[in-house]
């Protein structure tokens, strides 16, 4: 582990890639900018923009335009991808990874790209962007064009899209087996954060999608080199998992509907008992009531058997009214 002071403003890592020898050097805490440049090499500067001196050190570098530089220091929260001048610069989505596990908050990656360097800047670190920079310590000889380094970020994201659909569908499983169980229980508690995070990446994802396919159709002359081939891959890549994340938002929605539905089949359930009990009673309402009247010359008010009469009336109430409600078919 690298202990020596940051030299760069907001330095998070750094390689220095050389096409002709196959290699990708990682540079120490302590390099400067003038270390990320050499003959027939390129770059991969990735800052944290939590210090306040980044927007001051992208001023410094070369072949940064002012929107590139505008989209690495931007706090939007939407995807975004322009192609300007042989450059390609915006924000990427991805999901946030602690210190002690991944997690599926949503996270934005900003990058710009030319063919001499990727910048890329971010708050919080990322799941996707951590995954690509352990695959470039295994392979450094793999990577020949910032291109390159572009197509894997959004290819770790992909794979990082799955990893969240498997864990997401198994919990699904999960909820289903109890919906459908003999004894359900409600699970809309549990149902809805599976919901929000399906319905949050498919929206995010539907926007990837479509700024890919708009940045794929830009005048050659306006796009770094090879990044149509590159967008046409990474294309058809997210429209498979895009399927299988609106899959999962139907089974998703589905499934709440199917709780739903057996919550309402059960509060008819009580409702209606609570009609037949309302039903039984109404009767013997009626006749403690009418015992119950200050009037003169009751019924058995005279006598010793009065309260046996009054309670064989209320049972013969019941009876009735339990008669009434089998002929009607109600029971």
């Known amino acids: 582990?690298?202990?020596?002071?940051?030299?760069?403003?907001?330095?998070?890592?750094?390689?220095?890639?050389?096409?002709?020898?196959?290699?990708?050097?990682?540079?120490?805490?302590?390099?400067?900018?003038?270390?990320?440049?050499?003959?027939?090499?390129?770059?991969?500067?990735?800052?944290?923009?939590?210090?306040?001196?980044?927007?001051?050190?992208?001023?410094?570098?070369?072949?940064?335009?002012?929107?590139?530089?505008?989209?690495?220091?931007?706090?939007?929260?939407?995807?975004?991808?322009?192609?300007?001048?042989?450059?390609?610069?915006?924000?990427?989505?991805?999901?946030?990874?602690?210190?002690?596990?991944?997690?599926?908050?949503?996270?934005?990656?900003?990058?710009?790209?030319?063919?001499?360097?990727?910048?890329?800047?971010?708050?919080?670190?990322?799941?996707?962007?951590?995954?690509?920079?352990?695959?470039?310590?295994?392979?450094?000889?793999?990577?020949?064009?910032?291109?390159?380094?572009?197509?894997?970020?959004?290819?770790?994201?992909?794979?990082?899209?799955?990893?969240?659909?498997?864990?997401?569908?198994e919990e699904l499983n999960q909820?289903?087996?109890?919906?459908?169980?003999?004894?359900?229980?409600d699970e809309r508690r549990r149902l809805a954060p599976v919901r929000r995070t399906v319905v949050r990446l498919h929206r995010h994802l539907r926007t990837v999608l479509a700024l890919m396919r708009r940045a794929a159709a830009a005048d050659d002359d306006e796009m770094p080199f090879g990044f149509d081939d590159v967008a046409r891959r990474l294309t058809s890549r997210l429209e498979t998992v895009d399927h299988d994340i609106y899959a999962l938002q139907d089974r998703a929605r589905l499934l709440h509907e199917e709780i739903d539905s057996k919550q309402s089949s059960e509060t008819n359930r009580h409702l209606y008992l609570l009609s037949i009990m309302t039903a039984f009673l109404l009767p013997p309402t009626l006749v403690t009531g009418f015992f119950g009247m200050n009037t003169a010359n009751l019924p058995f008010a005279v006598g010793d058997y009065g309260t046996e009469y009054a309670v064989a009336l209320i049972?013969?109430?019941?009876a009735f009214a339990w008669w009434l409600l089998r002929r009607v078919d109600i029971l």
């Open 175 to 185: 909820i289903e087996d109890i919906v459908y169980d003999n004894a359900p229980r």
């Open 1 to 169: 582990m690298d202990t020596l002071p940051v030299t760069i403003p907001g330095f998070v890592w750094a390689y220095r890639f050389s096409p002709d020898q196959k290699t990708a050097v990682r540079l120490n805490n302590s390099a400067t900018v003038a270390e990320l440049t050499a003959d027939n090499c390129f770059y991969w500067l990735h800052l944290n923009l939590v210090d306040a001196r980044v927007p001051a050190l992208l001023e410094t570098l070369d072949g940064l335009t002012e929107d590139a530089k505008s989209a690495l220091t931007t706090r939007d929260t939407h995807a975004a991808i322009t192609v300007d001048e042989q450059m390609l610069y915006g924000t990427l989505v991805d999901c946030q990874r602690d210190f002690a596990q991944d997690t599926n908050n949503l996270g934005w990656l900003h990058f710009a790209m030319s063919d001499r360097f990727i910048v890329t800047t971010r708050l919080q670190p990322l799941r996707s962007v951590e995954r690509a920079r352990a695959l470039i310590e295994k392979n450094p000889g793999k990577f020949s064009r910032p291109v390159d380094l572009f197509e894997l970020l959004v290819i770790e994201f992909q794979r990082t899209l799955i990893t969240i659909v498997i864990e997401l569908t």
């Open 315 to 318: 049972v013969a109430s019941i």
